[in-house]
């Protein structure tokens, strides 16, 4: 058995941005480029989605901001174990819309839990898998709004007094870890970001 038939660990890449950021096609793209197994947060396995339509229900007003960032940080441990960890480890890249880092900025600053708090939360539950990548996509505030168009979810009604803090947030953890993270651009049309984002993942990554 050669050293060459051991298989390269494939590489975890994930999206994050505000809603409307036009983050799912980038997403789906680019895991067809690559090859890559697409996948979301919440979200992801069979029990990762029906906790994705508990938490995004717009009847759940009940529903309690430690709840919510509960119930994501379980969400993201069943993703990690059933999903992510062993595809990266059976040589395949993933590519994820959202992670950790949109519960820091939703959770942490967005609900005002404290995103310390929430780290601590989403360290046990992602057992100490960190993107390879994170690819913010960063677009203007208005045009994000006009693409959202009118269903909105649960955080998404949120998210007039939500929008500012996590673009904010966003943009604190990148700058705080650039090796981690790459602002990419987001205004202007699909091919224009998708060739951004092709240039940073072949700078970054070399795919
Ligand atoms: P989603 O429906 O996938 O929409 P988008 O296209 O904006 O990503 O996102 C689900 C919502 O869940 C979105 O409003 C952000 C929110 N969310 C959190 O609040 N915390 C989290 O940890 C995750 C993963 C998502």
């Known amino acids: 058995m050669s050293v060459d038939s051991q298989t390269a660990r494939g590489k975890f890449i994930v999206f994050e941005g505000g809603d409307g950021s036009g983050k799912s096609t980038q997403v789906e793209r680019l895991a067809s480029r690559l090859g890559a197994r697409r996948t979301r947060e919440p979200g992801g396995t069979p029990i990762g989605d029906q906790i994705r339509a508990l938490v995004l229900d717009p009847a759940h007003t009940e529903l309690a901001d430690r709840t919510e960032a509960l119930l994501m940080a379980a969400a993201r441990a069943q993703h990690v174990a059933e999903l992510i960890e062993p595809t990266l480890a059976a040589g395949t890249h993933v590519v994820c819309d959202r992670y ?72 604190t953890l990148a700058a705080a870890d650039p090796d981690g993270w790459v602002v990419v651009d987001a205004n202007g049309s699909i091919e224009d970001v998708a060739e951004r984002v092709d240039v940073v993942i072949a700078e970054r990554l070399g795919l």
Do not use: K
């Open 100 to 171: 950790v880092a949109s519960s820091l900025a939703y959770q942490g600053a967005g609900r005002g839990l404290g995103i310390d708090v929430v780290a601590d939360v989403n360290r046990f539950a992602i057992a100490e898998l960190t993107p390879d990548l994170t690819v913010l996509l960063d677009v203007d505030p208005q045009s994000a709004r006009s693409r959202l168009g009118d269903a909105l979810d649960r955080i998404e009604e949120a998210g007039a007094a939500l929008g500012e803090q996590v673009v904010e947030t966003y943009r």
